[in-house]
């Protein structure tokens, strides 16, 4: 989800300097982006589609997935020439999309993460293929600001890159001054299965409470609409979304870069709970913590309420903020 919201500015741009821009992706890219650009002109290609396990190691999952991988990059290399040849292309810019390129074009890859963090064999394993796929494409562009406030060591490289600022659909909006419809507003994203080991944790420590508190399942429908005193929504357009973060006191959600990039410019409390395993949340949360004091929980801390409510608490007397600690880390 956060690959797809992140590109919604940099399209909005690229239209308002007079080009015509056609987008890729999956059925869900489509429906998310239709709802931004009514008339954009959208090609289906598959996704990555990665997996987690249940359990806080990742490796070796995503190990067993690198022939599914490889087979992906491949397949897009020879989609990306079809659509150039097909819609007379002069730019691709692609998002972490590591085939999607073409010989007929200028090509730029946009991504934070060019220096993966993890373990000993995933991280010597990863950045070798991440930089080698990277340096197929003329450029790379980081969305972050100059020192890499945001993304930290994530997006520290010997590749040529440049620094395009964060990239958010909330970018030049402002949250509306409204008194809090839910005390709690945990936005669920994520690979199964630990989106919905997520949403069921958070289920549970929001029906202990008497707030009044909402769920964004991250996924286009929702099964049921409310439960108590929680209420659910399915993924929002940009408008809607805003809405509800507007009438909520505090976000729950994970510490994916789309989420820092999107809370750098909303100034809202925030309390990220990282994917289990996901070495890049992982240390974003901690990272975060250190360089702005934004507290953080372990997915499988959530269940210890006296744990999450005290330091949801303090971060309600806090008054910190993404952009007011960035920008002062940078003497703006």
């Known amino acids: 989800m956060g690959h797809i919201t992140r590109i919604i500015p940099l399209i909005k741009e690229l239209q308002n300097r007079g080009h015509h821009v056609i987008t890729c992706g999956d059925s869900v890219a489509k429906n998310i982006l239709r709802e931004e650009f009514e008339s954009i002109h959208h090609v289906l290609i598959d996704g990555y589609k990665p997996y987690y396990s249940n359990s806080k190691n990742q490796t070796i999952a995503l190990i067993k997935q690198l ?65 080698y796929f990277i340096s197929k494409f003329e450029i790379c562009w980081v969305p972050d600001l100059d020192q890499n406030i945001l993304s930290g060591n994530l997006s520290k490289s010997k590749l040529t890159t440049i620094n395009i600022g964060p990239l958010s659909r909330f970018k030049n909006l402002k949250l509306e001054n409204i008194k809090g419809q839910y005390k709690y507003l945990a936005i669920i994203s994520g690979p ?69 990039m999107d809370f750098y410019f909303l100034r809202k409390k925030v309390l990220f709970i990282p994917t289990p395993g996901q070495t890049e949340q992982e240390y974003l949360a901690e990272y975060h913590k250190n360089f702005n004091g934004i507290e953080f929980l372990k997915q499988d801390e959530i269940f210890l309420k006296e744990s999450l409510f005290k330091i949801i608490k303090h971060k309600e007397n806090s008054q910190n903020n993404l952009l007011a600690l960035a920008l002062k880390k940078i003497d703006l």
């Open 67 to 131: 022939p599914k991988f490889f087979k992906t990059v491949f397949l897009e290399k020879k989609q990306a020439e079809k659509i150039v040849s097909n819609y007379q292309i002069d730019i691709i810019i692609a998002d972490n999309r590591f085939g999607f390129r073409s010989k007929n074009t200028r090509n730029i890859f946009i991504s934070h993460q060019i220096n993966i963090h993890g373990s000993w064999l995933l991280s010597k394993l990863a950045n070798y293929l991440n930089h």
């Open 192 to 260: 199964e299965p630990q989106r919905k080991l997520f949403e069921e944790e958070l289920i549970k420590v929001f029906l202990s409470q008497d707030y009044p508190c909402a769920i964004i399942n991250g996924t286009s429908s929702v099964r049921k609409k409310y439960i108590k005193n929680i209420t659910f929504f399915s993924h929002q357009p940009t408008k809607k979304f805003i809405k509800l973060i507007s009438i909520s006191e505090m976000v729950i959600c994970r510490s994916g870069y789309s989420s820092i």
